[in-house]
């Protein structure tokens, strides 16, 4: 096998030695108190990430990735009789629409081109003419291109309208900014996996707390209704077997995110990285899709260049230590990606930007 390299794919990621290191940890059954004391503090972390979620916000984990944070959320926060405007400009967003309809609940998809920002005009529309919407739902960071979306104009309808907003800030909370109450925010799914750089395997939603005994009755799941881990509040136990070890792994992470400054200094370091990608890329003539405005910090889309097939691009850099990432759907022929979320050194850049230097200079 390749040694896997520096991971520049939006999550999993590289980890810390630190973080690692506790993937080794002990093994601790689910049901004992260790484990439960583990799993309050890892919640009381999270909900500290971001002062603006502090008191009013609770922490769930949920076993799974992502997407399982981001399905439990929407399973359990909209209403059987509700319905969820879903703007969207990408998979990530077009797959929760997917979600709420396969849930059985009414949805009205707010799309726009995966190239475009939100359609924020036609939300507004929305919102004004159909009195039945309930919630409204969006990405923050849209993976697919990169595309930190305009959360506060849509947050904005949203408090006018006073209608809750449920976010995917799946790839951006550790390392954006959430305006908690500015935008109307009821609750963001979000994992351990990609900005808090700890394992895959544990995801989770923060929730407005009172949000929690008026939603009993709305999940068409099981394992997906964040009531059943209603317990995990005071107790720290949850009702299915968490990923142990990864839960260890990610209070490191969180302790180390403390440590080095907390979600601003994450931000300004992703900054800094992708800059230097984004510079070093440029003067070999190889251009980001998105203007600086639109970009997120943690991921950038670049326009393959001309001549340049993807998996020729992907697996000379592999051959180097580096694995990026394919553009989806219609985009695969277009662009690949590039995130810098993980333990990547500023000398990690310099080789990445080397490598593509051999393989793209004639
Ligand atoms: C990665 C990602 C997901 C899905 O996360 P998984 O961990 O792959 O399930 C959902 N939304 C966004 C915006 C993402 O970047």
Request: aromatic share 6%; net charge negative; charged share 25%.
């Amino acid at each position: 096998m390749t040694e896997p390299g520096v991971l520049l794919n939006p999550g999993p990621v590289t980890l810390t030695d630190g973080v690692r290191a506790r993937l080794a940890g002990p093994d601790v059954c689910h049901r004992e108190a260790e484990f439960a004391e583990l799993c309050l503090e890892v919640k009381r972390r999270l909900e500290a990430v971001y002062a603006g979620a502090a008191g009013a916000f609770e922490a769930l984990l949920v076993g799974g990735s992502g997407t399982c944070a981001v399905e439990a959320m929407l399973a359990t926060l909209l209403p059987r009789d509700g319905k969820a405007l879903v703007a969207a400009n990408g998979v990530y967003g077009e797959r929760m629409a997917a979600m709420i309809m396969a849930h059985g609940k009414a949805c009205t998809l707010v799309r726009s081109d995966w190239l475009a920002g939100l359609d924020l005009d036609r939300a507004a529309d929305c919102l004004r003419s159909d009195s039945d919407v309930s919630h409204v739902v969006c990405v923050q960071n849209e993976t697919t291109t990169g595309r930190l979306n305009d959360v506060a104009s849509l947050g904005r309808l949203c408090a006018e309208h006073e209608k809750p907003l449920l976010l995917d800030a799946v790839s951006g909370f550790g390392a954006e900014a959430i305006d908690f109450e500015a935008w109307n925010l009821a609750a963001l799914a979000a994992t351990a996996s990609k900005c808090l750089h700890g394992a895959p395997g544990v995801s989770f939603v923060l929730l407005r707390r009172e949000l929690l005994d008026p939603a009993t009755g709305n999940a068409p799941s099981v394992y997906l209704d964040l009531c059943r881990y209603r317990g995990q509040t005071d107790s720290g136990f949850s009702p299915f077997t968490l990923a142990t070890h990864v839960c260890f792994a990610l209070r490191e992470a969180l302790v180390e995110l403390a440590a080095e400054g907390g979600w601003q200094a994450r931000r300004a370091r992703y900054r800094e990285l992708s800059g230097r990608i984004r510079r070093g890329l440029a003067e070999l003539g190889v251009t980001a899709l998105l203007e600086e405005a639109d970009r997120s910090s943690s991921i950038t889309s670049f326009d393959l260049p001309p001549g340049t097939r993807y998996a020729r691009l992907h697996d000379g850099l592999r051959e180097r230590g580096f694995v990026v990432y394919a553009g989806q759907g219609d985009l695969a022929d277009r662009l690949f990606r590039i995130a810098n979320m993980g333990a990547i050194a500023d000398g990690d850049v310099d080789r990445l930007l080397a490598a593509f230097g051999e393989l793209l200079r004639p």
